[in-house]
C-alpha cells in the first residue's frame, strides 16, 4: 500500500559504506513534482567527494580481500540478499518514488520489481563469467580469462531510477566491479534508500558508493576520473557528447551510452483499429512521455488514417492525471524545465500546422501536470516530428507503402527503438530487418525485459543494459599463451 507521506531518512552521500556529509557541506533541494514544494535538501557532492568515493571503491577492488576475487557464490548470495530486502520495503521505495518522481504508485509499484526481478538475474550470472581455451598453431596451449575493468562510474536518470539502478548494479557487481553511481538530481531519495539496504545486506565497504550532485560538477568529475576505468550514463544524447570527450580526455576510459530517441510505431491498415490504439497509445504515453525510446511518431497507413486518429483523440482524452498517489495513469512532468519544454513543443506545434486532437495545454495550476496531447496532420519536417519532446505528445503521420515508411522512419539521428503493428508477418520481418532501431517490437511496445539487451543505434548511443551483453560491457579480456614442453 502507499505511504502518501513517507519518511525520508536517507540524505546524505555514502562513501565507504557510511552516510557522510559533503566535504563543502553544501545541499540542493529535492522538490514533489506534484506541488512543486519542497520535500528535504540532500548533500550536494562535488569533485572531492568523487575523489573519497573512487579511493574507497579502488580499495574495495585492489585489497587483499578484493571484491573482484571474492568467490561468485558469495557476490550472488549478496545481490540475493538485497533483492530480498527490497522486496520487504518495496511498498515504502515504491512511495518515495512516486513522492520524488511523480509516477503513479502502481507503475512504481511495477518499477521495484522489475529492479528486483533483475538483481536476481545478475546474480545468477556470478558463476558463468568465464573465458575459453583456444587451439591455436605450435606448441602452445592458450586460454581467455574475463576479468573486471575495475572502478566504474554510472549516472542515472531520473525517470526510471530503479529500474535502471539495478540494470547498472546488476552486471558491475556480478562481474565483479566496484561502482560509484550518481543519482538524477531529481530523484536521490529512492536510490539513496536502496543504497542503505545495501549495507544491511553485508556489502563490503567501498564496493558501492554514490555521490549525489548535479551534471556538470559530480557527473563531470565521474567521467574525468583518471581511477575510473568505465563510465555508463542514460540520458540524453548532448550530454552523452560531453561525456565522450571527457572520457577520452581523461584516460580512454571505456563509455556505455544509452541516449534519447524519437522512435517510430507503424500502423497497418490489416489490423484492428482499437488494438492498433491501444499499443500505440502505450507507446508514447507511458510514464508521461517521460521515455527514451517511446513512440512519438505514429505512423499510420492512409486507409485507416482517420479512423485512426478520431479513435486516438478519444483515447488520450479519457486518460486520467492527476495525484500520483490515486489510481491513475499519469502524473506530473518530473520538473519545470521538462514541464516548459514539453509546453513549447505543443506551441511549436501548433504554429507549425499540425492540427491539434486532443490536450494541448497544461493541467491545473499547481505542479507540473500536462494535458495528453495528440496532434494529427504532422509532416516530418516539423520540430514535433523531428526533436526529443520527452513529453505526453503524440504525433500521427500518413504513409503508404512499406518502402516509403521505412525511409522515412530512419529519416532522423536517433535510432533506439521502432514499432510495427500488422498481422502480415512478412511485413514485420521486412520492418524489423530494414528499420535503424536497436529493439523493434512487433504487435507491442516498450518491452523491454532483463534477459534481453537494450541499447540504441545511431545518436541514440552504444553499448548495452539488459541480458548477457551488459556483463561484456563490464569485462576485459585477456589472453593467457602457454608453452608447452616438447
Excluded at 18 to 42: G, H, M, Q, R, W
Excluded at 45 to 51: A, C, I
Aim: charged share 20%; with cysteine.
Amino acid at each position: 500500500m502507499p505511504e502518501r507521506n513517507p519518511p525520508v531518512k536517507y540524505i546524505q552521500n555514502f562513501i565507504n559504506n557510511e552516510f557522510v556529509d559533503s566535504v563543502s557541506k553544501k545541499t540542493f533541494p529535492v522538490l514533489n513534482p506534484s506541488t512543486a514544494d519542497k520535500i528535504c535538501a540532500v548533500a550536494e557532492g562535488d569533485k572531492e567527494d568523487v575523489d573519497l568515493a573512487v579511493k574507497a571503491a579502488q580499495a574495495a577492488f585492489h585489497h587483499k580481500s578484493a571484491w573482484r576475487t571474492s568467490d561468485p557464490s558469495a557476490r550472488a548470495r549478496l545481490l540475493h540478499k538485497l533483492s530480498g530486502l527490497m522486496e520487504r520495503d518495496a511498498d515504502h521505495i515504491a512511495s518515495l518514488l512516486t513522492l520524488e518522481n511523480g509516477k503513479p504508485f502502481k507503475n512504481a509499484i511495477w518499477e521495484v520489481n522489475n529492479a528486483i526481478k533483475t538483481l536476481q538475474y545478475y546474480a545468477g550470472w556470478c558463476d558463468k563469467i568465464y573465458g575459453k581455451t583456444i587451439p591455436v598453431d605450435g606448441p602452445f596451449f592458450t586460454m581467455t580469462l574475463r576479468e573486471p575493468v575495475g572502478v566504474v562510474g554510472q549516472i542515472l536518470p531520473w525517470n526510471f531510477p530503479i529500474a535502471l539502478l539495478a540494470a547498472k548494479w546488476g552486471p558491475a557487481l556480478a562481474a565483479g566491479c566496484t561502482t560509484v553511481l550518481k543519482p538524477a538530481e531529481q530523484t536521490p531519495l529512492t536510490i539513496l534508500y536502496i543504497t542503505a539496504l545495501t549495507k544491511e545486506a553485508g556489502f563490503p565497504p567501498g564496493v558501492i558508493n554514490v555521490v549525489n550532485g548535479f551534471g556538470p560538477t559530480a557527473g563531470a568529475a565521474i567521467t574525468s576520473h583518471r581511477s575510473i576505468a568505465k563510465v555508463a550514463f542514460v540520458g540524453s544524447t548532448e550530454v552523452g557528447r560531453i561525456i565522450m570527450e571527457s572520457a577520452a580526455k581523461s584516460n580512454l576510459k571505456r563509455v556505455g551510452l544509452e541516449l534519447g530517441g524519437k522512435s517510430p510505431i507503424a500502423i497497418f491498415d490489416d489490423v484492428d483499429v482499437d488494438k492498433a490504439v491501444d499499443i500505440a497509445y502505450e507507446a508514447v504515453f507511458i510514464n508521461g512521455g517521460q521515455t527514451c525510446c517511446a513512440a512519438t511518431r505514429t505512423f499510420v497507413q492512409d486507409k485507416i488514417y482517420d479512423a485512426f486518429v478520431k479513435r486516438a483523440a478519444e483515447r488520450a482524452t479519457r486518460r486520467t492525471v492527476g495525484d500520483p498517489f490515486d489510481d491513475v495513469e499519469q502524473g506530473p512532468q518530473i520538473d519545470e524545465e521538462m514541464f516548459t519544454k514539453a509546453l513549447s513543443m505543443i506551441e511549436a506545434g501548433k504554429k507549425e500546422g499540425a492540427k491539434l486532437e486532443a490536450g494541448g495545454s497544461q493541467l491545473g495550476d499547481k505542479g507540473y501536470f500536462i494535458q495528453p496531447t495528440v496532434f494529427s496532420n504532422v509532416t516530418d519536417d516539423m520540430k514535433i516530428a523531428r526533436e526529443e519532446i520527452f513529453g505526453p505528445v503524440q504525433q500521427i503521420l500518413k504513409f503508404s507503402t512499406i518502402e516509403e515508411l521505412v525511409e522515412r522512419a530512419n529519416n532522423t539521428s536517433y535510432g533506439l527503438a521502432a514499432g510495427i503493428v500488422t498481422n502480415d508477418l512478412n511485413k514485420a520481418l521486412a520492418f524489423a530487418r530494414a528499420v535503424q532501431a536497436g529493439s523493434v517490437w512487433v504487435n507491442c511496445f516498450n518491452i523491454v525485459t532483463y534477459q534481453a539487451p537494450f541499447g540504441g543505434y545511431k545518436e541514440s548511443g552504444f553499448g548495452k543494459d539488459m541480458g548477457e551483453e551488459a556483463i561484456e560491457d563490464y569485462l576485459n579480456i585477456k589472453t593467457v599463451t602457454i608453452a608447452l614442453s616438447q
